[in-house]
């Protein structure tokens, strides 16, 4: 019989979430000076363990201070201090929920006015079209240069686990440096970390082993990978299949299955490869035939905004629901759902022809409620997307101004 979301789930590690609902990943933008978290991320993550989701999932925290995605992005080294990190992880994991930091490095992804170091598996830039510029020319990595990420990984993942969150989710997806490896568009390697997708896989599951071997056996675990890069020649649906196959021999307690890249953002219910995705619920059929291979229990995220269709990815033999843009809009709407209640998600986003400026003001309208959330008020649904946009603009400004000074200390 399928579980209902509300039921609770036990992880491999034993670690049981009180129910199927997780809130996925959104990367915040808003780290205090020192790229440490503060008042507004521990209010942001009480309100949502107070909303009622089972699993909540950090924004992207960079594991390298010199390769950071935003510049409000968290950096968790081997140096930060702790304490601002013990408080976050206590504000997440009130009400019974349990509180995942998610950990990046993002290779290419970075924009040039970041500043920083910028490596991936080739010296291939990010193909964006006419806004190609804005992205940085990466450097090839050396092997020193992917065993000092794979340490940096493992430190992080330890000092994660010492602040008291429950577990890790290594961000193998939407193009990021994981994702770059498992890409062969990116990765064009010719040594034992590019080629065959085992070689492409590597980077991945040497980073898994290496956490493994740096935490206890109930620290939580997880991979958030793509279904597919939704680009032709890239990383498909059977690659992710057969990384999964891998994963299930390294006591990998979740899989998030997501999809698409910067330059195809399947993540945002658009692809590049012309693919048409689900109108909601965008990587069901995907996630399920994952879960068909999988000995962890999987979750699917991208495009789930009505409890209907959250039951149907249940039924469909996916043990988790993973919500974002929905919970930055009803922070409770868990605890809306448990109580019969079925608010009508919606906001107004631009219908521009530039989708790379419609996307940037996409996910500029959610950062705006996330600010709001952190600032102790309420999301508006009305938020303009230009609006959003231009403040966005202007704050983003404001923030590399602070962190290149911070670099530079
Ligand atoms: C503002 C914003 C920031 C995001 N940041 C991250 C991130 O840091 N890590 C990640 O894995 N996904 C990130 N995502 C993608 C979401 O986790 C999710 O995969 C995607 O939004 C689709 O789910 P949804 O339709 O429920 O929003 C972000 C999405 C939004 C809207």
Redesign the pocket.
Known sequence: MTPGIFERLTLPNGSILPNRIAK??????MAERGQVPGNALFELYRRWAAGGAGLL????VMIDRHAV?APGAVVLERDTPLLPFERWAEAGKQNGARFWL?L?HPGRAIQVDMGGRVLAPSAIPLNMGKRSKMFAQPKAMAETEIGEVVSRFAEAAKRAQQAGFDGI?L?A??GYLFSQFLSPLANQRTDSWGGPLENRARLLLDVVRAVRAAVKPAFGLGV?LNSADFQRGGFDAADAQQVVRWLNALAVDLV?V?GGTYESPA???RTADQRTLAREA?FLEFARDIAAVASMPVMT?????RREVADSVLAAGVSLV???????LVPDLPTCWRNGESPVIQQRGPNWKDKLMASAA???Q??RQ?DRIGQGRDPVTDSSPQWALLSDRVRRWRLIFRYRSWLRQ
């Open positions: 996925a990943a959104m990367e915040e933008d999932i950090s924004g992207n995605v998610q990046n989710e961000h997806a939407h958030k998030e997501s993540m945002q219910g965008y995220t991208g495009g789930i905004r993973g919500v974002a843009t929905a919970l930055a996409t996910l500029a959610v950062r996330l």
